[in-house]
């Protein structure tokens, strides 16, 4: 079975770097895009971007390019989400997701996801 | 920047019919998906490519579309179907969107 396993919930100050992980199995890792959603508390959802990791592209919604990077280690079958710097306004649930359009065969995986708490 | 929208609520009783739309250009030229998200929990896919339900999904939710808007049908409205839902599509360079969520009540 597909599954998107990712780390644990983080609470980090203003300024801080972080790197979130989303552990894949079941399936061809290298074969299939894997993409981050963000849910700022009590708002909707929002693509950040994806990443191929048979070869590291990646590409990002114009809202979040320069601001995290997505990334991807085949060697271990793990996407991740970071920042160098983060900011209040970073305080959200981050979720990552094979979706259907990339996978097909009428399914979704969506990692449980990783709330991420920016506070001084 | 190209935007999906919908109602931001809808209600309906238990048995009814509710309807939730989705408008944007971006739907003219790619697939729609829909999505159910419980309080506390991941999203969940309700239909995938405009029409098509995931297996395990019950045949009360429907979905369709027309030129740029598409809509999610769920008939026999039950209690346990509170809950936000949400449309996106993916383009052709893989670019994700969503709409801002229609959150369901059930009276």
């Known amino acids: 079975d597909v599954q998107l396993v990712q780390s644990g919930g983080e609470v980090r100050k203003p300024g801080d770097s972080l790197k979130i992980s989303c552990k894949a199995s079941?399936?061809?890792?290298?074969?299939?895009?894997i993409a981050w959603v963000r849910q700022m508390p009590g708002r909707g959802l929002e693509w950040m971007g994806l990443t191929y990791p048979a070869d590291s592209d990646t590409r990002y919604s114009p809202s979040f390019e320069g601001h995290v990077t997505i990334s991807a280690d085949k060697s271990i079958n793990t996407a991740y989400l970071e920042w160098r710097s983060l900011k209040a306004s970073d305080t959200a649930i981050y979720y990552c997701v094979l979706p259907e359009i990339i996978r097909g065969g009428g399914a979704d995986y969506w990692g449980q996801g990783t709330l991420v708490t920016v506070s001084s | 920047q190209s935007v999906l929208t919908q109602p931001p609520s809808a209600s309906g009783t238990p048995g009814q019919t509710v309807t939730i739309s989705c408008s944007g250009s971006k739907i003219g030229s790619n697939f729609v998906f829909w999505y159910r998200q419980l309080p506390g929990t991941a999203p969940t896919l309700l239909i995938y490519r405009n029409n098509q339900r995931p297996s395990g999904v019950p045949d009360r939710f429907s979905g369709s579309k027309s030129g740029t808007s598409a809509s999610l049908a769920i008939s026999g409205l039950r209690s346990e179907d509170e809950a936000d839902y949400y449309c996106a599509v993916w383009d052709d360079r893989l670019s994700g969107l969503f709409g801002g969520g229609t959150k369901l009540t059930v009276l």
């Open positions: 079941g399936y061809t890792f290298t074969s299939y895009w």
